[in-house]
Each structure stands twice: as structure tokens, then as C-alpha cells.
């Protein structure tokens, strides 16, 4: 038996938690731990098959573990793409046996890729997927369904089949048209002049259109702008199924970013102004902006370091996710109840999953820098260190284990 006495909880109450185990007996002062429900995760990057040089589960379930998550959905954009059955059990097995490997039991699911020629295969991992994703505008990788036919075949399959579609709702077409008007530009800023405001919005507003005809469950992933807070706002009141992610770099960050970093945070969908994160916040106030997805999408120094074309884009948050969201309650943006229902019970709601009892246990007292260097996601690099950051994860309780995040170490691959 573990007791730990004296733990805070989000209701402002002090209680005595035992965690039943057979090998372990002792007791743990909680005195300054918080008890959080464990972060879910609904959308990170962890690259494999393909790109194990940016990620993989060894290194990103402890950056996870540290962020505070113990539940992720991954992105299907890998190489080979998750779109078909056969890579999808592919891409299962691989993911456990690094999950194995490294020693942390992560929870996971898998989201499965649509693209134009792969409706077929849609039936046959319905049982498996936690949702299809689909990119109305190309981002990293080659996953796009930029056309009218195959996206309004994948609504309808997907209401068939009670499918949730997650979106990366950019316009294809405006994109496209404007990486002409700018072709000679070479400053990372102008990555958000090619995938402007309207991009967003013409691709939102097609979604909400296709949730209403098909009643799909849809969720539109990363909001950026207060234009897309509107319509969402507005689907809503209209009663349609309709969700929406809101990304730690467009709560924490904005065009302004970029004279600090450059490509470091060339982003799909890109970075904004004041008032589009003004009314994220406020739309996280009002119930618009129903859960937090980080879109962790590590690429490494070298990648970054390449012209503004040849950049990827992408921003790691994973491992700093609980510090960012702690400061955050510190300066009055949130309070601890929003918090919860961001990062876990809106995601359990909206995702269906079975419900489960990990929890984490949060040092409030910690004020800190992180630095590059300790970073254990495998990019180590973040746009949110050398920053002030309020709170550090102490203990992590995922599958009835607990972990003490100053002594764990993984297991070597
Ligand atoms: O900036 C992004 N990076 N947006 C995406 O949609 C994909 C992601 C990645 O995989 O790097
Ligand atoms: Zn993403």
C-alpha cells in the first residue's frame, strides 16, 4: 500500500490517497501537491513509422509523462501514412513495443487518415480508430482532401458509421494561390499572410456545411482565429455536433514570435495577432473551445534552421503543457475546474473512452526555467523555455503505477 497524505485537490479540499500495491509500502508526504486528473492528449505528432529522428514513444511517453499526460491520440501523417488497415496494425504494434521498451505504459489511440482513394479501408478499422482525420489544406507530409466529392463522402461515412472527423481545416485553394503572391518572400512572418484568416475561415465554414447536412460528429482541430471562434459559436447555438481544439501556441504565442524565433514557429495553422488570441481565451470562457490539444509536431534544430520554404512546420508542447496551463491559472486566465475539463473530461466526453483513474500529482510551489538541454522529447527544443513557468509534475499514477518524476529514468532502447 502507498498513502500519500495531505494532497490538495481542485476543490479547494485536503485528502489521504492509497494506492493499493503488492510490491510497495510507504507513505509520501503531499504536503504543496495538487491532485489533477491525469491530461489527455488528443493530438500529437510522435512520428513513427518514418521519422523516428524527430520522435518516438521512448522519448515522447516521457515528455508526456512530464507534461502531465498519460492518455495521446496520434496523427496518422507518418510514412507510410496511417491509411490503410494493414499500416494502422502496423503502426499499433510498433508503438507497443516501444512502449515496452522504454518502460512507460502511455495510453494511446490511433487516429486513421482519410485521403482520396482510401474510403474503403474506413469500415474495416472502425472499431479500432478514436477518429478519422482529415486535412481539408496540406501541412507536413502528404495527407489532403482538398475536394467537394471526397469530403462529402467521408461525412457521410462517417455519420454511417458514428465516426467523430477531426479537421485541419485550411483552404487548399487559398493556400495555394497565395504561396504565388508571396513565392519571393523569404521571412518567416509570411507564412501567416499565405495561410490567412480567409484560408481558415473558408474551410471552417465548409466543415460547419457538411456537419449540418450529415450530422457528423466533427471537431475542428486548432482554432486560430476569432473568426473561426464565431462560427463555431454559432453551429453550436444551432445545436450541431460540433467541437473545437485550441493548441498552446495560439494561446501563448502570436505573430509577434517570430523576430524571436523564426521558423522555430512556423506553424500549420500559423501564428496570429493579439485579438485571435484574445478570443481564444475568451472562447475557452464561454464553452466555444471545448478541449486543449498541444499538436506536439517535433522537428528537429537542423530542420528549423532551413529557409523559410524548406522549414517544416511544426512546434513541440507536449512536455511543458502542465507548467504553461499551471501559469496560466496563476495569471487569471483559467481557474483549476476549466482546467480539468480541457485536458480530460471534455476529451473523455467527446472521444468516448472508458474512464479511467490516472491522476498526477503537481508541485504548486515550483516556479521554473526549463531549458533545451533537459527537454526529453527527442527535438529538445521549446519555444517556452527560458521562460518563467509555474509548476512541475511530481508524480505521475498511469495504469495503477506510480511514477516519481525525479527518480524515473527509461529504460535504454
Ligand atoms: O504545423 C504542423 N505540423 N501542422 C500540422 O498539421 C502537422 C504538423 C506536423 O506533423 O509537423
Ligand atoms: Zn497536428
Not at 489511440?109 to 482520396?116: C, D, E, P, R, S
Not at 479501408?121 to 482538398?146: Q, R, W, Y
Not at 509577434?256 to 493579439?274: H, T
Not at 491522476?359 to 533545451?372: E, M, N, Q, W
Amino acid at each position: 500500500m502507498i498513502r500519500i497524505l495531505n494532497v490538495n485537490k481542485v476543490d479547494g479540499s485536503k485528502g489521504e490517497l492509497c494506492l493499493l500495491s503488492e510490491e510497495d509500502s510507504y507513505e509520501i508526504d503531499g504536503q504543496g501537491l495538487l491532485m489533477l486528473p491525469a491530461f489527455i492528449d488528443p493530438h500529437v505528432h510522435f512520428r513513427i513509422p518514418g521519422a523516428s529522428h524527430k520522435e518516438d514513444w521512448i522519448t515522447g511517453s516521457y515528455a508526456a509523462l512530464l507534461g502531465g499526460v498519460t492518455t495521446v491520440f496520434d496523427m496518422p501523417n507518418n510514412t507510410p501514412n496511417c491509411t490503410t488497415l494493414s499500416a494502422f496494425k502496423e503502426k499499433e504494434v510498433l508503438i507497443q513495443k516501444q512502449l515496452d521498451q522504454g518502460g512507460i505504459p502511455l495510453r494511446f489511440h490511433l487516429y486513421f487518415g482519410a485521403t482520396k482513394d482510401n474510403l474503403k479501408e474506413i469500415p474495416k478499422v472502425k472499431d479500432h480508430v478514436i477518429a478519422i482525420k482529415v486535412f481539408m489544406g496540406s501541412s507536413t507530409g502528404d495527407l489532403l482532401v482538398d475536394d467537394d466529392k471526397t469530403l462529402e463522402a467521408i461525412f457521410k461515412m462517417a455519420k454511417d458509421l458514428d465516426l467523430l472527423v477531426a479537421l485541419h481545416a485550411e483552404d487548399e485553394k487559398i493556400i495555394s494561390k497565395n504561396k504565388l503572391i508571396y513565392q519571393n518572400e523569404t521571412d518567416p512572418s509570411i507564412h501567416s499572410k499565405i495561410r490567412n484568416r480567409e484560408a481558415a475561415k473558408a474551410a471552417v465554414t465548409k466543415a460547419i456545411e457538411l456537419t449540418s447536412k450529415y450530422g457528423t460528429r466533427t471537431s475542428i482541430l486548432h482554432l486560430s482565429t476569432e473568426d473561426e471562434i464565431s462560427l463555431v459559436k454559432q453551429a453550436k447555438k444551432q445545436g450541431l455536433p460540433v467541437f473545437a481544439e485550441a493548441t498552446p501556441h495560439h494561446l501563448f504565442l502570436t505573430q509577434e514570435s517570430y523576430k524571436k524565433f523564426g521558423n522555430k514557429v512556423k506553424v500549420n495553422p500559423p501564428l496570429r495577432e493579439d485579438k485571435d488570441q484574445e478570443a481564444l481565451w475568451k472562447g475557452i470562457q464561454e464553452g466555444v473551445i471545448d478541449y486543449i490539444g498541444t499538436d506536439h509536431a517535433p522537428h528537429t534544430l537542423s530542420e528549423k534552421s532551413l529557409n523559410y520554404k524548406e522549414a517544416p512546420a511544426g512546434i513541440p508542447s507536449i512536455e511543458l503543457l502542465l507548467p504553461l496551463l499551471l501559469t496560466a491559472v496563476d495569471q487569471g486566465k483559467i481557474d483549476l475546474e476549466t482546467l480539468v475539463k480541457l485536458t480530460r473530461t471534455n476529451i473523455e466526453k467527446i472521444f468516448r473512452l472508458k474512464e479511467q483513474t490516472d491522476f498526477i500529482l503537481v508541485d504548486l510551489a515550483s516556479s521554473k526555467k526549463f531549458k533545451d538541454e533537459e527537454l526529453k522529447t527527442k527535438c529538445q527544443w521549446s519555444p517556452y523555455s527560458d521562460q518563467m513557468l509555474k509548476g512541475r509534475v511530481a508524480y505521475v499514477f498511469i495504469q495503477n503505477k506510480l511514477f516519481h518524476m525525479d527518480k524515473l529514468a527509461l529504460c535504454p532502447s
